[in-house]
């Protein structure tokens, strides 16, 4: 015996698929030799005071966000000759958030460890993703944050020194709109790059900035995510899909948790409750123009629960589809679902005749 579990799985076929996402957290792990261990922090004003300059700046950049800041900011304080990050990454195992940074001056062995442990903890059912410097994942989980010689005013940034900026703008960046030309205000300078090495930084999952004349911006908000299969399409790169995937996973597995399993016979009226409840939370998301409106669709899996019931010795040849559908299945319950979701502007064509 296991404990109860839902698996929501989410492919992506033709079209794009893309829902609300709960968010705003931010962690981060800094080394320092003073205020060791974890922090909570609402405000820059709750920054621990005897961290390093250096560290304390690395927090407040995470602050800025972009049309919103974070709604936190957790710190994990390791002490500054800390031999790697397994203590700070087994307390955010504790924690919930939505993007990780870690030290300014993360190391590639501790990028590497950063993934390893942002896929352990998604297989497991949670939701974490990260920001990383120059880090090809090929994960929709991580983003690889490659840009360099980022100046704001006198001082001059490598990407792991921005990471949590980067982490704080895609956190502060509302559900209906993605991060794409998000502008960082503070940032004078970028290394530059031509458009063509900009695009093809983009196409192999780099998230960069740039320099467009006037101010430094955001290329395109997508993820490492390189490998494209069946379950995962393109739609996988952009981070604004992501977020909304990992979002309607919780929400439903909470809800789910919460109101449904353990508390309900499993037959077929209890098995309706549930498909109506989350088509009611689908209608939200429409209504909220995530979704697009009318297309959302949940209801019994039929052909897994055929397999299902033929699993157990049922001969299923003589029933109808119906009678599939009402079957009783155990403790088991197979729903599928189809939603269409809105994804934000970010290519524009126009053809002007003169």
């Known amino acids: 015996m296991k404990l109860p579990n839902i698996n929501i799985a989410f492919s992506t076929q033709a079209a794009s698929a893309i829902a609300r996402s709960e968010k705003g957290i931010v962690a981060l792990i800094v080394k320092d030799a003073k205020a060791n261990g974890g922090h909570i922090l609402t405000s820059t004003t709750q920054i621990p005071s005897d961290l390093g300059a250096e560290n304390q700046a690395y927090i407040e950049r995470a602050f800025i966000g972009y049309v919103n800041p974070p709604k936190k900011v957790i710190v994990y304080v390791l002490k500054d000759d800390a031999a790697n990050l397994t203590e700070a990454l087994n307390y955010f195992a504790t924690q919930a958030f939505d993007y990780l940074a870690g030290p300014r001056d993360i190391t590639a062995a501790e990028c590497t460890a950063v993934v390893a442990w942002i896929k352990e903890q998604r297989a497991l059912g949670f939701i974490p ?20 010689g980022i100046t704001n005013g006198t001082n001059t940034y490598t990407a792991a020194e921005y990471c949590s900026r980067i982490a704080g703008l895609i956190a502060g960046t509302p559900m209906t709109i993605s991060c794409t030309y998000a502008a960082l205000p503070e940032v004078t300078n970028v290394d530059r790059l031509p458009k063509s090495e900009m695009d093809d930084a983009i196409d192999d999952g780099k998230f960069i900035i740039f320099f467009d004349g006037e101010k430094v911006k955001v290329g395109r908000g997508i993820s490492s995510l390189q490998t494209i299969t069946a379950d995962k399409g393109e739609a996988f790169k952009k981070i604004k899909i992501v977020e909304a995937i990992d ?4 929400d439903i597995k909470e809800t789910a948790e919460d109101n449904y399993i353990g508390k309900y016979s499993n037959s077929y009226d209890n098995k309706c409750l549930l498909i109506s409840a989350i088509s009611g939370y689908f209608n939200g998301l429409e209504d909220d123009g995530i979704l697009e409106r009318g297309t959302s669709v949940v209801g019994i899996d039929i052909e897994a629960q055929e397999t299902y019931l033929q699993s157990i010795g049922k001969d299923t040849t003589a029933l109808t589809e119906q009678e599939i559908k009402t079957a009783a299945t155990a403790d088991k319950v197979f729903l599928q ?18």
Do not use: G, Q, Y
Not at 129 to 148: G, H, Y
Not at 247 to 250: S, V
């Open 337 to 354: 679902s189809t939603i269409n979701i809105l994804d934000a502007v970010e290519d524009i064509s126009l053809n002007i005749t003169i």
């Open 247 to 250: 979002m309607i996973r919780k």
């Open 129 to 148: 993703k990260a920001v990383l410097p120059n880090t090809a994942a090929d994960s929709e989980a991580i983003i690889n944050f490659t840009s360099s």
